[in-house]
């Protein structure tokens, strides 16, 4: 799926909420399929599911520099 395949299933309102989209190519598979499990075991988009999966990885990656002072 490519970025304007995405797009094309959004809400008008789901596009206002998301109004910065990132285009992205699969390049694995059983990730992706995994993605869409976990999209609908948690009812959530697959783009916020990656924002949550970022943002926790960037804090675990603030909390380690912050052990090594």
Same mark, same amino acid.
């Given at each position: 799926m490519d970025e304007k395949e995405f797009r094309a299933t959004l809400t008008p309102e789901?596009?206002?909420q998301r109004s910065f989209i990132i285009p992205f190519k699969i390049a694995d598979v059983d990730a992706w399929e995994k993605l869409n499990q976990y999209s609908a075991e948690f009812s959530k988009p697959y783009d916020?599911? #990656?924002n949550i999966a970022l943002t926790r990885f960037f804090d675990d990656i603030e909390a #380690?520099?912050?052990l090594r002072l």
């Open positions: 789901e596009l206002a916020q599911l #990656i #380690i520099g912050s």
